[in-house]
Protein backbone atom coordinates (compact mmCIF):
# COMPACT_ATOMS: atom_id res chain seq x y z
CA UNK A 1 0.00 0.00 0.00
CA UNK A 2 1.24 3.37 -0.77
CA UNK A 3 0.56 6.70 1.44
CA UNK A 4 1.28 10.11 0.97
CA UNK A 5 0.68 12.34 3.67
CA UNK A 6 1.45 16.33 3.97
CA UNK A 7 3.36 17.37 7.02
CA UNK A 8 4.70 20.32 8.64
CA UNK A 9 7.42 19.48 11.63
CA UNK A 10 5.01 18.22 14.65
CA UNK A 11 1.46 18.09 13.43
CA UNK A 12 1.78 14.69 11.80
CA UNK A 13 3.64 12.93 14.58
CA UNK A 14 1.50 10.25 15.82
CA UNK A 15 -0.09 9.75 12.37
CA UNK A 16 3.28 9.37 10.50
CA UNK A 17 4.90 6.70 13.35
CA UNK A 18 1.39 4.74 12.58
CA UNK A 19 1.94 4.92 9.12
CA UNK A 20 5.92 4.20 9.37
CA UNK A 21 5.16 1.17 11.69
CA UNK A 22 2.73 -0.95 9.28
CA UNK A 23 3.77 -3.43 7.51
CA UNK A 24 3.44 -3.92 3.66
CA UNK A 25 3.25 0.01 3.87
CA UNK A 26 5.20 2.66 1.66
CA UNK A 27 5.08 5.93 3.06
CA UNK A 28 6.06 9.04 1.52
CA UNK A 29 6.40 12.24 3.92
CA UNK A 30 5.35 15.67 1.92
CA UNK A 31 7.18 18.64 3.26
CA UNK A 32 7.91 22.25 2.61
CA UNK A 33 11.21 24.59 2.95
CA UNK A 34 9.31 27.88 3.76
CA UNK A 35 10.38 27.88 7.61
CA UNK A 36 12.48 30.69 8.48
CA UNK A 37 12.09 31.03 12.05
CA UNK A 38 15.35 30.39 15.12
CA UNK A 39 18.07 28.51 13.72
CA UNK A 40 16.28 28.11 10.26
CA UNK A 41 16.27 31.52 9.60
CA UNK A 42 19.88 31.78 10.43
CA UNK A 43 21.07 29.12 7.89
CA UNK A 44 18.69 30.69 5.05
CA UNK A 45 20.37 34.05 5.38
CA UNK A 46 23.87 31.79 5.83
CA UNK A 47 22.95 30.16 2.89
CA UNK A 48 21.11 32.87 0.59
CA UNK A 49 19.58 30.34 -1.21
CA UNK A 50 18.40 27.90 0.24
CA UNK A 51 14.87 26.84 1.75
CA UNK A 52 14.82 25.74 5.75
CA UNK A 53 15.40 22.51 6.58
CA UNK A 54 13.86 22.33 9.85
CA UNK A 55 10.95 20.50 9.46
CA UNK A 56 12.99 18.31 6.81
CA UNK A 57 15.37 17.68 9.97
CA UNK A 58 12.42 16.69 12.68
CA UNK A 59 11.05 14.24 10.52
CA UNK A 60 14.25 12.62 9.45
CA UNK A 61 15.28 12.38 13.46
CA UNK A 62 11.39 11.07 14.35
CA UNK A 63 11.53 8.09 11.58
CA UNK A 64 15.38 7.33 12.63
CA UNK A 65 14.13 6.83 16.02
CA UNK A 66 11.13 4.93 15.20
CA UNK A 67 12.57 2.25 12.43
CA UNK A 68 16.25 2.27 14.53
CA UNK A 69 18.21 3.45 10.98
CA UNK A 70 21.17 4.97 12.69
CA UNK A 71 22.64 4.92 15.78
CA UNK A 72 20.51 7.09 18.74
CA UNK A 73 23.80 8.90 19.55
CA UNK A 74 23.53 10.45 15.91
CA UNK A 75 19.59 11.43 16.69
CA UNK A 76 20.13 12.79 19.53
CA UNK A 77 23.50 14.65 18.04
CA UNK A 78 21.82 16.66 15.24
CA UNK A 79 18.50 17.40 18.06
CA UNK A 80 20.75 19.00 20.31
CA UNK A 81 20.88 22.98 20.19
CA UNK A 82 24.06 24.91 21.23
CA UNK A 83 23.57 26.66 24.60
CA UNK A 84 21.38 30.04 23.99
CA UNK A 85 24.21 32.26 25.59
CA UNK A 86 26.94 30.71 23.48
CA UNK A 87 29.32 32.64 21.53
CA UNK A 88 30.05 33.02 18.07
CA UNK A 89 33.71 32.47 18.69
CA UNK A 90 33.03 29.34 20.67
CA UNK A 91 30.81 27.81 18.21
CA UNK A 92 32.67 27.84 15.49
CA UNK A 93 35.93 26.36 17.38
CA UNK A 94 33.12 23.40 18.16
CA UNK A 95 32.49 23.13 14.85
CA UNK A 96 35.71 22.98 13.59
CA UNK A 97 37.12 20.24 16.30
CA UNK A 98 33.93 18.13 15.13
CA UNK A 99 34.85 18.60 11.39
CA UNK A 100 38.47 17.85 12.38
CA UNK A 101 37.30 15.19 14.97
CA UNK A 102 39.26 16.51 17.57
CA UNK A 103 36.61 16.08 20.18
CA UNK A 104 38.93 16.61 23.37
CA UNK A 105 39.37 19.56 22.06
CA UNK A 106 35.96 20.64 21.73
CA UNK A 107 35.41 23.85 24.34
CA UNK A 108 33.99 23.28 27.53
CA UNK A 109 30.59 25.91 26.68
CA UNK A 110 29.38 22.60 24.91
CA UNK A 111 30.27 19.75 26.90
CA UNK A 112 26.94 18.43 26.37
CA UNK A 113 27.88 18.28 22.57
CA UNK A 114 31.19 16.17 23.99
CA UNK A 115 29.67 13.57 25.73
CA UNK A 116 27.11 12.47 22.98
CA UNK A 117 29.34 12.61 20.19
CA UNK A 118 31.92 10.05 21.87
CA UNK A 119 28.82 7.73 21.81
CA UNK A 120 29.53 7.62 17.65
CA UNK A 121 31.42 4.66 15.88
CA UNK A 122 33.90 6.02 14.12
CA UNK A 123 32.46 5.98 10.78
CA UNK A 124 29.76 8.03 11.57
CA UNK A 125 31.51 10.01 13.29
CA UNK A 126 33.79 10.32 9.74
CA UNK A 127 30.66 11.40 8.29
CA UNK A 128 29.13 14.30 10.27
CA UNK A 129 32.58 15.62 10.13
CA UNK A 130 32.34 15.69 6.00
CA UNK A 131 29.26 17.54 6.07
CA UNK A 132 30.72 20.16 8.59
CA UNK A 133 33.76 20.86 6.46
CA UNK A 134 31.92 21.58 3.89
CA UNK A 135 30.03 24.10 6.47
CA UNK A 136 33.14 25.63 7.15
CA UNK A 137 34.52 25.94 3.83
CA UNK A 138 32.30 29.04 3.17
CA UNK A 139 32.43 30.27 6.75
CA UNK A 140 33.48 33.94 7.47
CA UNK A 141 34.46 35.43 10.72
CA UNK A 142 30.87 37.18 11.95
CA UNK A 143 28.97 35.26 9.29
CA UNK A 144 26.90 32.68 11.14
CA UNK A 145 25.22 33.45 14.59
CA UNK A 146 25.61 29.72 16.26
CA UNK A 147 23.59 30.26 19.68
CA UNK A 148 20.47 28.10 19.81
CA UNK A 149 21.34 26.74 16.50
CA UNK A 150 20.62 23.01 15.96
CA UNK A 151 23.06 21.39 15.25
CA UNK A 152 21.54 19.21 12.49
CA UNK A 153 21.11 22.20 10.63
CA UNK A 154 24.54 22.64 10.67
CA UNK A 155 24.93 19.37 9.11
CA UNK A 156 22.06 20.01 6.58
CA UNK A 157 23.97 23.26 5.13
CA UNK A 158 27.18 20.91 4.57
CA UNK A 159 24.65 18.22 2.64
CA UNK A 160 23.23 20.85 0.80
CA UNK A 161 26.64 22.56 -0.24
CA UNK A 162 27.84 19.03 -0.83
CA UNK A 163 25.05 18.54 -3.18
CA UNK A 164 25.73 21.54 -5.47
CA UNK A 165 23.47 23.78 -3.13
CA UNK A 166 20.87 21.35 -4.67
CA UNK A 167 18.05 21.26 -2.22
CA UNK A 168 16.26 18.17 -3.02
CA UNK A 169 19.79 16.11 -2.94
CA UNK A 170 20.41 17.83 0.08
CA UNK A 171 17.27 16.34 2.03
CA UNK A 172 18.34 12.54 0.61
CA UNK A 173 22.35 13.58 1.69
CA UNK A 174 20.65 14.39 5.02
CA UNK A 175 18.06 11.63 5.44
CA UNK A 176 21.05 9.12 3.75
CA UNK A 177 23.10 9.90 6.93
CA UNK A 178 20.78 8.46 8.81
CA UNK A 179 19.81 5.58 7.23
CA UNK A 180 16.30 6.29 5.79
CA UNK A 181 14.83 4.79 3.34
CA UNK A 182 14.84 6.96 -0.22
CA UNK A 183 11.53 8.87 -1.07
CA UNK A 184 10.79 8.53 2.45
CA UNK A 185 11.13 12.32 3.40
CA UNK A 186 10.13 14.73 0.16
CA UNK A 187 10.30 18.21 -0.82
CA UNK A 188 6.92 19.51 -2.35
CA UNK A 189 8.28 21.52 -4.87
CA UNK A 190 11.66 21.59 -7.25
CA UNK A 191 13.83 23.06 -4.37
CA UNK A 192 13.73 27.08 -5.60
CA UNK A 193 14.66 29.27 -2.75
CA UNK A 194 11.10 31.27 -2.08
CA UNK A 195 9.37 33.02 0.90
CA UNK A 196 6.41 32.75 2.46
CA UNK A 197 4.59 36.12 3.30
CA UNK A 198 0.65 36.39 4.39
CA UNK A 199 -1.76 39.75 4.99
CA UNK A 200 -4.24 38.91 7.54
CA UNK A 201 -7.59 40.36 7.62
CA UNK A 202 -6.86 43.60 9.20
CA UNK A 203 -4.57 44.17 6.34
CA UNK A 204 -1.21 43.55 8.11
CA UNK A 205 1.44 42.44 6.26
CA UNK A 206 3.27 39.10 7.90
CA UNK A 207 6.53 39.78 6.35
CA UNK A 208 8.19 36.38 7.12
CA UNK A 209 6.68 32.89 8.15
CA UNK A 210 7.91 33.31 11.41
CA UNK A 211 5.58 36.28 11.88
CA UNK A 212 2.30 33.93 10.33
CA UNK A 213 3.02 31.61 13.29
CA UNK A 214 3.75 33.92 15.95
CA UNK A 215 2.16 32.62 19.20
CA UNK A 216 2.35 35.73 20.84
CA UNK A 217 -0.40 37.16 17.68
CA UNK A 218 -3.53 36.19 17.11
CA UNK A 219 -3.55 36.20 13.30
CA UNK A 220 -6.40 35.91 11.09
CA UNK A 221 -5.19 35.32 7.39
CA UNK A 222 -6.48 36.34 4.57
CA UNK A 223 -4.19 34.80 2.20
CA UNK A 224 -0.38 33.42 1.65
CA UNK A 225 2.01 34.16 -0.69
CA UNK A 226 5.30 33.23 -2.08
CA UNK A 227 7.86 35.49 -3.32
CA UNK A 228 11.46 35.68 -4.84
CA UNK A 229 13.06 37.36 -2.54
CA UNK A 230 12.05 38.94 1.03
CA UNK A 231 10.69 42.88 0.86
CA UNK A 232 12.83 45.28 2.52
CA UNK A 233 12.00 48.42 4.93
CA UNK A 234 10.58 50.23 2.75
CA UNK A 235 8.67 47.90 0.86
CA UNK A 236 7.20 46.84 3.67
CA UNK A 237 6.24 50.77 4.85
CA UNK A 238 4.71 51.09 1.66
CA UNK A 239 2.49 47.85 1.54
CA UNK A 240 1.42 48.47 5.11
CA UNK A 241 -0.19 51.89 3.68
CA UNK A 242 -2.06 50.38 0.88
CA UNK A 243 -6.11 49.67 1.25
CA UNK A 244 -6.49 45.04 1.05
CA UNK A 245 -7.58 45.12 -2.28
CA UNK A 246 -4.26 47.14 -3.39
CA UNK A 247 -2.17 45.31 -0.97
CA UNK A 248 -3.47 42.04 -2.07
CA UNK A 249 -2.65 42.64 -5.87
CA UNK A 250 0.77 43.88 -5.04
CA UNK A 251 1.20 40.77 -3.10
CA UNK A 252 -0.10 38.89 -6.35
CA UNK A 253 2.40 40.63 -8.37
CA UNK A 254 5.61 39.70 -6.25
CA UNK A 255 4.17 35.85 -6.04
CA UNK A 256 6.57 33.32 -7.85
CA UNK A 257 4.87 29.74 -8.65
CA UNK A 258 6.90 27.00 -7.13
CA UNK A 259 7.71 23.52 -9.28
CA UNK A 260 6.82 21.25 -8.10
CA UNK A 261 9.32 18.31 -7.26
CA UNK A 262 8.59 15.57 -10.01
CA UNK A 263 8.90 12.95 -6.77
CA UNK A 264 6.25 14.54 -5.20
CA UNK A 265 3.51 14.33 -8.15
CA UNK A 266 4.62 10.90 -9.04
CA UNK A 267 3.90 9.77 -5.19
CA UNK A 268 0.49 11.09 -5.48
CA UNK A 269 -0.48 9.96 -8.61
CA UNK A 270 0.13 5.99 -7.43
CA UNK A 271 -0.80 6.35 -3.78
CA UNK A 272 -3.90 4.42 -2.41
CA UNK A 273 -4.45 7.00 0.93
CA UNK A 274 -3.30 10.90 0.66
CA UNK A 275 -3.56 12.78 4.20
CA UNK A 276 -3.81 15.94 4.63
CA UNK A 277 -2.62 15.93 8.29
CA UNK A 278 -3.28 18.19 10.83
CA UNK A 279 -0.66 21.13 11.87
CA UNK A 280 -0.20 24.56 11.25
CA UNK A 281 -1.72 24.98 8.25
CA UNK A 282 -1.17 28.41 7.01
CA UNK A 283 2.79 27.76 6.78
CA UNK A 284 3.26 23.68 6.93
CA UNK A 285 0.29 22.51 4.72
CA UNK A 286 -1.60 25.55 3.14
CA UNK A 287 1.92 26.44 0.94
CA UNK A 288 2.11 23.16 0.16
CA UNK A 289 -1.44 22.23 -1.20
CA UNK A 290 -0.97 25.45 -3.23
CA UNK A 291 2.22 24.09 -5.41
CA UNK A 292 0.74 24.41 -9.12
CA UNK A 293 -0.18 20.84 -10.64
CA UNK A 294 -0.03 19.49 -6.67
CA UNK A 295 -3.92 19.47 -6.82
CA UNK A 296 -3.92 18.02 -10.19
CA UNK A 297 -1.92 15.22 -9.70
CA UNK A 298 -4.56 14.22 -6.48
CA UNK A 299 -7.73 14.69 -8.26
CA UNK A 300 -6.02 12.98 -11.36
CA UNK A 301 -5.95 9.69 -9.24
CA UNK A 302 -9.32 8.46 -9.03
CA UNK A 303 -9.21 5.44 -6.87
CA UNK A 304 -6.80 6.69 -3.61
CA UNK A 305 -8.59 7.43 -0.61
CA UNK A 306 -8.15 11.10 0.18
CA UNK A 307 -8.05 11.48 3.99
CA UNK A 308 -8.47 15.14 5.73
CA UNK A 309 -7.75 15.60 9.32
CA UNK A 310 -8.57 18.78 10.65
CA UNK A 311 -7.00 20.23 13.82
CA UNK A 312 -7.46 19.75 17.35
CA UNK A 313 -6.85 22.80 19.09
CA UNK A 314 -6.27 26.47 17.78
CA UNK A 315 -2.83 27.71 16.12
CA UNK A 316 -2.14 31.31 16.55
CA UNK A 317 -2.49 31.21 12.58
CA UNK A 318 -6.06 29.55 12.51
CA UNK A 319 -7.78 31.77 15.05
CA UNK A 320 -11.38 31.57 15.56
CA UNK A 321 -11.56 28.77 12.50
CA UNK A 322 -13.91 25.63 12.62
CA UNK A 323 -13.42 22.50 11.33
CA UNK A 324 -15.01 23.48 7.83
CA UNK A 325 -12.97 26.71 7.67
CA UNK A 326 -10.11 24.37 7.55
CA UNK A 327 -11.29 22.04 5.04
CA UNK A 328 -12.68 24.52 2.91
CA UNK A 329 -9.44 26.60 2.72
CA UNK A 330 -7.57 23.71 2.05
CA UNK A 331 -9.55 22.97 -1.01
CA UNK A 332 -9.49 26.86 -1.91
CA UNK A 333 -5.51 25.93 -2.02
CA UNK A 334 -5.81 22.65 -3.41
CA UNK A 335 -7.54 24.68 -6.66
CA UNK A 336 -4.47 27.00 -6.70
CA UNK A 337 -6.70 29.46 -4.93
CA UNK A 338 -9.88 28.60 -7.17
CA UNK A 339 -8.25 28.86 -10.23
CA UNK A 340 -8.99 25.32 -11.21
CA UNK A 341 -12.27 23.99 -10.73
CA UNK A 342 -11.53 20.32 -9.38
CA UNK A 343 -14.70 19.02 -7.64
CA UNK A 344 -14.42 18.12 -4.12
CA UNK A 345 -14.72 14.24 -3.84
CA UNK A 346 -11.32 14.55 -6.25
CA UNK A 347 -9.49 16.73 -3.81
CA UNK A 348 -11.15 15.34 -0.14
CA UNK A 349 -13.19 12.19 0.00
CA UNK A 350 -13.24 11.85 3.65
CA UNK A 351 -12.82 14.76 6.39
CA UNK A 352 -12.35 13.25 9.67
CA UNK A 353 -13.43 15.91 12.28
CA UNK A 354 -12.84 16.09 16.21
CA UNK A 355 -15.55 16.41 18.19
CA UNK A 356 -15.03 16.28 22.15
CA UNK A 357 -17.23 15.04 24.63
CA UNK A 358 -18.95 18.09 26.39
CA UNK A 359 -17.53 17.28 29.86
CA UNK A 360 -13.63 17.65 27.91
CA UNK A 361 -14.60 20.57 25.29
CA UNK A 362 -13.32 23.80 25.76
CA UNK A 363 -12.66 27.43 24.50
CA UNK A 364 -9.58 25.68 22.74
CA UNK A 365 -10.97 22.93 20.95
CA UNK A 366 -12.18 23.72 17.08
CA UNK A 367 -15.65 23.47 17.07
CA UNK A 368 -17.25 21.51 14.06
CA UNK A 369 -18.14 23.96 12.98
CA UNK A 370 -21.93 24.17 10.28
CA UNK A 371 -21.88 20.95 8.36
CA UNK A 372 -24.19 21.84 6.59
CA UNK A 373 -21.19 23.52 4.48
CA UNK A 374 -20.10 20.22 3.37
CA UNK A 375 -22.51 18.80 0.46
CA UNK A 376 -21.74 15.49 0.76
CA UNK A 377 -22.32 13.62 4.20
CA UNK A 378 -20.90 10.88 3.05
CA UNK A 379 -17.68 12.53 2.83
CA UNK A 380 -17.49 13.56 6.89
CA UNK A 381 -16.34 11.43 9.59
CA UNK A 382 -17.33 13.15 13.10
CA UNK A 383 -16.22 11.61 16.58
CA UNK A 384 -13.58 11.78 19.34
CA UNK A 385 -10.50 11.41 18.03
CA UNK A 386 -8.34 12.68 20.92
CA UNK A 387 -5.99 10.27 22.56
CA UNK A 388 -7.20 11.68 25.99
CA UNK A 389 -5.92 15.51 26.55
CA UNK A 390 -2.76 15.28 24.60
CA UNK A 391 -4.07 17.09 21.85
CA UNK A 392 -2.73 14.96 19.57
CA UNK A 393 -5.13 12.13 17.22
CA UNK A 394 -5.40 8.71 18.44
CA UNK A 395 -4.12 7.71 15.34
CA UNK A 396 -5.01 4.20 15.22
CA UNK A 397 -8.88 5.09 15.76
CA UNK A 398 -7.89 8.01 12.69
CA UNK A 399 -6.38 5.89 10.40
CA UNK A 400 -6.80 2.20 10.97
CA UNK A 401 -10.55 2.32 9.34
CA UNK A 402 -8.99 3.22 5.96
CA UNK A 403 -5.34 1.41 6.06
CA UNK A 404 -7.84 -2.01 6.70
CA UNK A 405 -10.33 -1.11 4.04
CA UNK A 406 -7.73 -0.40 1.54
CA UNK A 407 -5.21 -3.91 2.55
CA UNK A 408 -8.61 -5.32 2.42
CA UNK A 409 -9.67 -4.65 -1.31
CA UNK A 410 -5.30 -5.51 -2.25
CA UNK A 411 -5.30 -8.53 -0.41
CA UNK A 412 -7.06 -12.49 -1.01
CA UNK A 413 -9.12 -13.81 1.30
CA UNK A 414 -9.22 -16.80 2.58
CA UNK A 415 -12.00 -19.11 3.08
CA UNK A 416 -13.44 -22.10 3.89
CA UNK A 417 -16.51 -24.10 2.43
CA UNK A 418 -17.94 -26.70 4.54
CA UNK A 419 -19.67 -28.76 3.34
CA UNK A 420 -22.87 -29.40 5.18
CA UNK A 421 -25.88 -32.38 4.89
CA UNK A 422 -23.60 -34.62 2.51
CA UNK A 423 -24.65 -38.29 2.76
CA UNK A 424 -21.95 -39.10 0.06
CA UNK A 425 -18.70 -38.02 -1.51
CA UNK A 426 -20.62 -37.67 -4.72
CA UNK A 427 -23.29 -35.12 -3.61
CA UNK A 428 -19.73 -33.27 -2.16
CA UNK A 429 -18.22 -33.50 -5.94
CA UNK A 430 -21.23 -32.25 -7.70
CA UNK A 431 -21.26 -29.66 -5.64
CA UNK A 432 -17.70 -28.67 -6.09
CA UNK A 433 -17.75 -28.92 -9.87
CA UNK A 434 -20.87 -26.35 -10.20
CA UNK A 435 -18.30 -24.16 -7.76
CA UNK A 436 -15.31 -24.49 -10.25
CA UNK A 437 -17.75 -24.18 -13.79
CA UNK A 438 -18.95 -20.45 -12.50
CA UNK A 439 -15.39 -18.91 -11.87
CA UNK A 440 -12.31 -18.61 -14.16
CA UNK A 441 -9.12 -20.78 -13.28
CA UNK A 442 -7.20 -17.55 -12.94
CA UNK A 443 -9.49 -15.67 -10.72
CA UNK A 444 -10.39 -18.70 -8.09
CA UNK A 445 -10.44 -17.45 -4.55
CA UNK A 446 -7.97 -18.52 -1.70
CA UNK A 447 -10.61 -21.53 -0.55
CA UNK A 448 -10.01 -24.46 1.64
CA UNK A 449 -12.62 -27.30 0.98
CA UNK A 450 -13.95 -28.82 4.40
CA UNK A 451 -15.77 -32.14 4.56
CA UNK A 452 -17.52 -33.46 7.57
CA UNK A 453 -17.87 -36.66 5.61
CA UNK A 454 -16.94 -40.11 8.31
CA UNK A 455 -14.15 -40.54 6.17
CA UNK A 456 -11.86 -38.20 3.78
CA UNK A 457 -12.54 -37.74 0.18
CA UNK A 458 -10.95 -39.95 -2.36
CA UNK A 459 -7.69 -39.16 -2.97
CA UNK A 460 -8.40 -38.99 -6.65
CA UNK A 461 -10.93 -36.54 -6.31
CA UNK A 462 -8.40 -34.60 -4.37
CA UNK A 463 -5.64 -34.98 -6.81
CA UNK A 464 -7.85 -33.23 -8.73
CA UNK A 465 -8.97 -30.17 -6.88
CA UNK A 466 -7.41 -26.73 -7.39
CA UNK A 467 -7.63 -26.25 -3.94
CA UNK A 468 -6.93 -27.65 -0.22
CA UNK A 469 -9.22 -30.24 0.79
CA UNK A 470 -9.73 -31.03 4.77
CA UNK A 471 -11.64 -33.57 6.64
CA UNK A 472 -12.90 -32.48 9.89
CA UNK A 473 -15.01 -34.60 11.94
CA UNK A 474 -18.21 -33.02 12.83
CA UNK A 475 -17.95 -32.28 16.31
CA UNK A 476 -14.59 -30.89 16.18
CA UNK A 477 -15.03 -28.61 13.30
CA UNK A 478 -16.27 -25.36 15.83
CA UNK A 479 -12.72 -26.01 17.11
CA UNK A 480 -10.79 -26.45 14.02
CA UNK A 481 -12.25 -23.16 12.88
CA UNK A 482 -11.56 -21.17 15.68
CA UNK A 483 -7.64 -22.06 15.51
CA UNK A 484 -7.86 -21.46 11.82
CA UNK A 485 -6.58 -17.85 10.06
CA UNK A 486 -9.65 -17.82 7.61
CA UNK A 487 -11.76 -14.63 6.74
CA UNK A 488 -14.63 -16.38 5.86
CA UNK A 489 -16.47 -19.51 6.48
CA UNK A 490 -19.09 -20.98 3.65
CA UNK A 491 -21.84 -22.65 5.27
CA UNK A 492 -23.24 -24.75 1.74
CA UNK A 493 -25.92 -27.46 2.63
CA UNK A 494 -24.27 -30.39 -0.18
CA UNK A 495 -27.71 -32.32 -0.06
CA UNK A 496 -28.46 -31.34 -4.06
CA UNK A 497 -30.82 -28.67 -3.69
CA UNK A 498 -28.78 -26.01 -3.92
CA UNK A 499 -26.04 -25.13 -6.43
CA UNK A 500 -22.41 -25.09 -6.10
CA UNK A 501 -22.44 -22.61 -8.35
CA UNK A 502 -23.90 -20.12 -5.83
CA UNK A 503 -21.53 -20.26 -3.66
CA UNK A 504 -18.78 -17.74 -6.02
CA UNK A 505 -21.24 -15.87 -6.22
CA UNK A 506 -21.82 -14.95 -3.12
CA UNK A 507 -17.78 -14.72 -2.32
CA UNK A 508 -17.42 -12.60 -5.17
CA UNK A 509 -19.09 -9.51 -3.44
CA UNK A 510 -16.63 -9.56 -0.49
CA UNK A 511 -13.93 -8.54 -2.56
CA UNK A 512 -15.45 -5.13 -2.71
CA UNK A 513 -17.44 -5.05 0.41
CA UNK A 514 -17.14 -5.13 4.20
CA UNK A 515 -19.90 -7.19 5.12
CA UNK A 516 -20.11 -9.33 7.74
CA UNK A 517 -22.42 -12.27 5.97
CA UNK A 518 -23.86 -13.05 2.69
CA UNK A 519 -26.98 -15.03 2.59
CA UNK A 520 -28.35 -16.72 0.30
CA UNK A 521 -32.30 -16.48 -0.22
CA UNK A 522 -34.48 -18.77 -1.90
CA UNK A 523 -37.22 -16.35 -1.42
CA UNK A 524 -35.48 -13.66 -4.01
CA UNK A 525 -35.48 -16.72 -6.65
CA UNK A 526 -39.09 -16.70 -6.75
CA UNK A 527 -39.41 -19.24 -9.21
CA UNK A 528 -37.40 -21.74 -7.49
CA UNK A 529 -39.00 -21.41 -3.94
CA UNK A 530 -42.57 -21.76 -5.83
CA UNK A 531 -41.84 -24.76 -7.53
CA UNK A 532 -40.42 -25.97 -4.29
CA UNK A 533 -43.72 -25.64 -2.38
CA UNK A 534 -45.86 -27.37 -5.23
CA UNK A 535 -43.74 -30.53 -5.49
CA UNK A 536 -43.63 -30.82 -1.58
CA UNK A 537 -47.35 -29.95 -0.23
CA UNK A 538 -48.48 -31.08 -3.83
CA UNK A 539 -51.46 -33.05 -1.19
CA UNK A 540 -50.95 -30.84 1.52
CA UNK A 541 -52.02 -27.65 0.90
CA UNK A 542 -52.83 -26.84 4.79
CA UNK A 543 -49.36 -27.55 5.63
CA UNK A 544 -47.85 -25.98 2.75
CA UNK A 545 -50.04 -22.67 3.64
CA UNK A 546 -48.44 -23.24 6.98
CA UNK A 547 -45.16 -23.57 6.43
CA UNK A 548 -45.38 -20.89 3.66
CA UNK A 549 -46.59 -18.34 6.41
CA UNK A 550 -44.40 -19.72 9.46
CA UNK A 551 -40.94 -18.12 6.97
CA UNK A 552 -42.77 -15.19 6.62
CA UNK A 553 -43.47 -14.89 10.37
CA UNK A 554 -39.53 -15.83 11.14
CA UNK A 555 -39.09 -13.12 8.96
CA UNK A 556 -41.22 -10.44 10.57
CA UNK A 557 -39.71 -11.20 13.97
CA UNK A 558 -36.31 -10.15 12.48
CA UNK A 559 -37.62 -6.97 11.19
CA UNK A 560 -39.45 -6.23 14.56
CA UNK A 561 -36.90 -7.65 17.06
CA UNK A 562 -33.64 -6.17 14.91
CA UNK A 563 -35.01 -3.85 12.39
CA UNK A 564 -34.00 -6.20 9.53
CA UNK A 565 -35.84 -7.93 7.19
CA UNK A 566 -34.12 -11.56 6.07
CA UNK A 567 -36.51 -13.19 3.66
CA UNK A 568 -35.25 -16.52 3.81
CA UNK A 569 -34.12 -17.34 7.28
CA UNK A 570 -33.94 -21.19 6.76
CA UNK A 571 -31.64 -20.60 3.91
CA UNK A 572 -28.81 -23.66 3.55
CA UNK A 573 -26.03 -21.48 1.58
CA UNK A 574 -24.25 -18.55 3.48
CA UNK A 575 -21.36 -16.67 3.87
CA UNK A 576 -20.45 -15.85 7.63
CA UNK A 577 -17.21 -13.43 8.60
CA UNK A 578 -15.50 -16.28 11.12
CA UNK A 579 -14.56 -14.33 14.41
CA UNK A 580 -18.45 -13.66 14.22
CA UNK A 581 -19.59 -17.46 13.47
CA UNK A 582 -16.88 -18.95 16.22
CA UNK A 583 -18.68 -16.78 18.87
CA UNK A 584 -22.05 -18.62 17.80
CA UNK A 585 -22.73 -22.27 19.88
CA UNK A 586 -22.91 -24.45 17.13
CA UNK A 587 -25.73 -26.41 16.60
CA UNK A 588 -26.58 -29.80 14.21
CA UNK A 589 -30.10 -29.02 14.19
CA UNK A 590 -29.94 -26.42 10.79
CA UNK A 591 -33.18 -24.85 11.32
CA UNK A 592 -32.07 -23.76 14.92
CA UNK A 593 -28.34 -22.54 13.94
CA UNK A 594 -29.67 -20.74 11.04
CA UNK A 595 -31.57 -18.42 13.83
CA UNK A 596 -28.44 -18.53 16.18
CA UNK A 597 -26.33 -17.72 13.16
CA UNK A 598 -28.47 -14.57 12.04
CA UNK A 599 -29.63 -12.77 15.63
CA UNK A 600 -26.42 -13.32 16.91
CA UNK A 601 -25.12 -11.43 13.33
CA UNK A 602 -27.80 -8.69 14.07
CA UNK A 603 -27.05 -7.98 17.76
CA UNK A 604 -24.14 -7.38 17.27
CA UNK A 605 -25.33 -4.61 14.41
CA UNK A 606 -23.36 -6.85 11.70
CA UNK A 607 -23.90 -6.22 7.80
CA UNK A 608 -25.72 -9.02 6.36
CA UNK A 609 -26.39 -8.98 2.34
CA UNK A 610 -29.12 -11.54 1.05
CA UNK A 611 -28.50 -13.08 -2.59
CA UNK A 612 -30.82 -14.78 -4.46
CA UNK A 613 -29.31 -18.57 -4.87
CA UNK A 614 -30.45 -21.29 -7.14
CA UNK A 615 -33.17 -24.17 -5.20
CA UNK A 616 -33.95 -27.40 -6.87
CA UNK A 617 -37.08 -29.67 -4.79
CA UNK A 618 -36.50 -33.06 -3.66
CA UNK A 619 -39.10 -35.31 -2.44
CA UNK A 620 -39.49 -35.20 0.95
CA UNK A 621 -38.60 -38.87 1.13
CA UNK A 622 -35.27 -37.73 0.43
CA UNK A 623 -35.01 -35.10 2.36
CA UNK A 624 -35.83 -33.78 5.91
CA UNK A 625 -38.38 -30.96 6.03
CA UNK A 626 -38.89 -28.44 8.51
CA UNK A 627 -41.93 -29.36 10.74
CA UNK A 628 -44.25 -26.72 12.30
CA UNK A 629 -42.26 -27.81 15.78
CA UNK A 630 -38.67 -26.92 14.25
CA UNK A 631 -40.52 -23.44 13.46
CA UNK A 632 -41.80 -22.83 16.61
CA UNK A 633 -38.25 -24.12 17.99
CA UNK A 634 -36.95 -21.14 16.07
CA UNK A 635 -39.02 -18.77 16.70
CA UNK A 636 -38.14 -19.18 20.89
CA UNK A 637 -34.40 -19.31 19.41
CA UNK A 638 -34.91 -15.68 18.19
CA UNK A 639 -36.49 -14.25 21.25
CA UNK A 640 -34.14 -15.82 23.81
CA UNK A 641 -31.05 -14.54 21.80
CA UNK A 642 -32.84 -10.81 20.97
CA UNK A 643 -33.84 -10.63 25.08
CA UNK A 644 -30.43 -12.29 26.79
CA UNK A 645 -27.94 -13.17 24.12
CA UNK A 646 -26.23 -16.49 23.93
CA UNK A 647 -23.79 -18.67 25.23
CA UNK A 648 -21.66 -21.28 23.80
Known amino acids: MKVVIFSGGRGSTVLSKRLVRQPGLSLTVLINGY???????EVRRFLGDSLG????????????????????????LFDLRLPVDLSDQDGVCAVKMLAEQRIDKLPVTVNDVRSVVQQLNTQTLSMVADRLGHFLSIYRTGGFAFADCAIGNLVFTGCYLAEGRDFNRAVDNYCGLMGLPDGLIVNVTNGKNLFLVALDRNNHFLASEEAIVDSAQKNHIEDIYLIGSPFDELEKSSLEKMDKVAAMECLQQRSVAPVANSAALEALERADLIIYSPGTQHSSLYPSYMTPEIGHAIAANFTAIKLLITNIYEDAEITNYQAVDIADRARFYLREKDSRDFPDPLLVTHSLINYPDQARSGAAHIAPGDLGLIDDPRAIRIG???????GFH?????????????????????????MQEAISADKITQSVLQMLRHTASERLPNIDLISELESPLPKSLQEFLPFRTIHVLPGDVRQFLSESDYDYVVLFESSGMYHGGDIMKLISVLESSDLDAVWGSRRLSVNDIHDSYRLRFQHRRIIGAIS??????????????????????????????KSLLVDIPFNREPTIYNQQLLSGILKKRGEVLEMPVRFFSQSPKKVKRTTVMDGLKALGVILKNRLFGQHG
Request: proline share 2%; net charge negative.
Open 35 to 41: DDGASTG
Open 53 to 76: PSDFRKNASRFANELNTCECALIE
Open 384 to 390: EYEDGSS
Open 394 to 418: DADKALTPFINTIFRQRRSLKLAVL
Open 548 to 577: YLGSHLLSLVYLFLFGRYISDSLSGVRVIR
